[in-house]
């Protein structure tokens, strides 16, 4: 029984949490702890907490602590890593990953939330599988990776395509490490290094995951890791979270096609909301037209209707306007979107500011009174002073 229990949670486990999120080194000031899944959805709240900004609660996790909010991490460095599940190594400290979103997306959300206070940060996206040629020239200024020393591999093979591919991520993160210490001018302002490795799914996919050739590109990826952490902490002084995530190829490809469903259903629902306005902005134009030529036929009817029945012509007017009342509620209902007012990002602090100081004076205003109320009207009083018909000078 104890056996089928472990097997089904293990199961569980694998089937929910398709992923790793691995970090490698965070400010002194954000910890880290615990075992608790995250959904890939949710990093943005937690790169933009440990930066210090007020994080848009998606959902709730308790893997990540701050002990110091005015001395957080200066610049994220995320290491996406498509096509595998783990890295199997023991450095940094490790979480399961639900990937609910691609990796792209969770890029675009988190540098829309920096944009959004400030559009002079240094947000660096990277995929290393577009190759030297396209990342001649990077935001980290020029790359120029080391030759592949054929003699020190021992599995891999640089004349096979996917092998090559990836030697050359592998390069390319070398030199980003290279290149880090010296570009890198730390400032007061936020900073995101996203770099994407994808060249070593097509090893897996070849050679098998417990292949040696897998092995021998697993253990080089790891290393390189270890450089890059070592280039952004010394580029930042410590103050840097330095990240790596992984998710299984089958679950990225099941998230791509979901995302794309979404974007195309949300674009039909678009268009269908807007044939809809539009047509009854057609009946709108139709039905005035056709009132302002049959006006007069119209009343005609009416009033021998309400002769003929016993009707009076003011309990008639009555109903007409009660149901063209509501016909032009109906109409006018269905383009109600019930929005909200829109508020300046200076809305709350203009707010607070009027809201304390009312508070503040009309206590202050409150403790005067009754502090006069409750003077002794002496010959040393002011009271005393200002009353009196003569006034007391003293000698």
Same mark, same amino acid.
């Given at each position: 029984?104890?056996?089928?229990?472990?097997c089904?949670?293990?199961?569980?486990?694998?089937?929910?949490?398709?992923?790793?999120?691995?970090?490698?080194?965070?400010?002194?000031?954000?910890?880290?702890n615990?075992?608790?899944?995250?959904?890939?959805?949710?990093?943005?709240?937690?790169?933009?907490?440990?930066?210090?900004y007020?994080?848009?609660?998606? !959902?709730?996790?308790?893997?990540? %602590?701050?002990?110091?909010?005015?001395? &957080?991490?200066? *610049?994220?460095? /995320? =290491? $996406?890593?498509?096509?595998?599940?783990?890295?199997?190594?023991?450095?940094?400290?490790?979480?399961?990953?639900?990937?609910?979103?691609?990796?792209?997306?969770t890029w675009?959300?988190?540098?829309?939330?920096?944009d959004?206070?400030d559009?002079?940060?240094?947000?660096?996206?990277?995929?290393?599988?577009?190759?030297?040629?396209a990342?001649?020239?990077?935001?980290?200024?020029?790359?120029?990776?080391?030759?592949?020393?054929?003699?020190?591999?021992?599995?891999l093979?640089?004349?096979?395509?996917?092998?090559?591919?990836f030697?050359?991520?592998?390069?390319?993160?070398?030199?980003?490490?290279?290149?880090?210490?010296?570009?890198?001018?730390?400032?007061?302002?936020?900073?995101?290094?996203?770099?994407?490795?994808?060249g070593?799914q097509?090893?897996?996919?070849a050679? !098998?995951?417990?292949?040696?050739t %897998?092995?021998?590109?697993?253990?080089? &990826?790891?290393? *390189?890791?270890? /450089? =890059? $952490?070592?280039?952004?902490?010394?580029?930042?002084?410590?103050q840097?979270?330095?990240?790596?995530?992984?998710?299984?190829?089958?679950?990225?490809?099941?998230?791509r096609?979901v995302?794309?469903?979404?974007?195309?259903r949300?674009?039909?629902?678009?268009?269908?909301?807007?044939?809809?306005?539009?047509?009854?902005e057609?009946e709108?134009?139709?039905?005035?037209?056709?009132?302002?030529?049959?006006?007069?036929?119209?009343?005609?009817r009416?009033?021998t209707?309400?002769?003929?029945?016993?009707?009076?012509?003011?309990?008639?007017?009555?109903?007409?306007?009660?149901?063209?009342?509501n016909?032009?509620?109906?109409?006018?209902?269905?383009?109600?979107?019930?929005?909200?007012?829109?508020y300046s990002?200076?809305?709350?602090?203009?707010f607070?500011?009027?809201?304390?100081?009312?508070?503040?004076?009309?206590?202050?205003?409150?403790?005067i009174?009754?502090?006069i109320?409750?003077?002794?009207?002496?010959?040393?009083?002011?009271?005393?002073?200002?009353?009196?018909?003569?006034?007391?000078?003293?000698?």
């Open positions: 029984m104890l056996k089928t229990l472990v089904f949670v293990a199961a569980f486990v694998a089937v929910k949490a398709n992923g790793e999120f691995l970090v490698l080194h965070s400010p002194s000031t954000v910890q880290f615990g075992k608790g899944e995250v959904n890939q959805s949710l990093l943005t709240e937690v790169f933009t907490a440990a930066l210090g007020t994080a848009k609660l998606k !959902g709730t996790w308790d893997g990540m %602590s701050i002990t110091d909010p005015f001395n &957080l991490a200066e *610049a994220v460095v /995320v =290491i $996406s890593i498509e096509g595998i599940y783990s890295l199997n190594t023991s450095k940094g400290t490790t979480f399961p990953l639900n990937v609910n979103e691609g990796e792209e997306t675009q959300a988190l540098r829309q939330r920096l959004e206070r559009d002079d940060n240094m947000l660096v996206r990277i995929n290393l599988s577009d190759g030297i040629d990342l001649g020239q990077s935001a980290l200024g020029e790359l120029k990776p080391t030759p592949i020393d054929e003699t020190s591999l021992k599995a093979n640089l004349r096979k395509e996917e092998d090559r591919k030697l050359e991520e592998v390069q390319l993160l070398h030199a980003i490490a290279k290149k880090a210490p010296s570009a890198i001018k730390p400032d007061s302002k936020p900073d995101i290094y996203w770099l994407v490795v994808s070593l097509p090893i897996f996919d050679y !098998g995951n417990n292949s040696t %897998s092995k021998e590109a697993l253990s080089l &990826l790891n290393n *390189a890791l270890n /450089v =890059i $952490s070592d280039a952004f902490i010394q580029a930042y002084d410590g840097v979270l330095i990240v790596a995530t992984t998710n299984d190829a089958s679950k990225v490809h099941h998230i096609s995302t794309l469903g979404r974007q195309r949300d674009t039909a629902t678009q268009n269908e909301h807007q044939g809809e306005e539009k047509k009854i057609e709108e134009d139709s039905d005035s037209n056709i009132g302002s030529t049959t006006e007069f036929d119209s009343l005609t009416n009033s209707a309400s002769s003929d029945s016993g009707v009076t012509e003011s309990d008639q007017d009555n109903s007409n306007m009660g149901h063209n009342t016909s032009n509620t109906k109409i006018i209902g269905q383009k109600v979107q019930n929005l909200s007012k829109k990002p200076n809305y709350p602090v203009i607070n500011i009027f809201l304390w100081f009312g508070i503040i004076f009309v206590f202050s205003l409150l403790a009174c009754i502090a109320s409750e003077m002794d009207p002496g010959r040393d009083s002011i009271i005393y002073r200002m009353t009196s018909n003569r006034m007391k000078k003293d000698n």
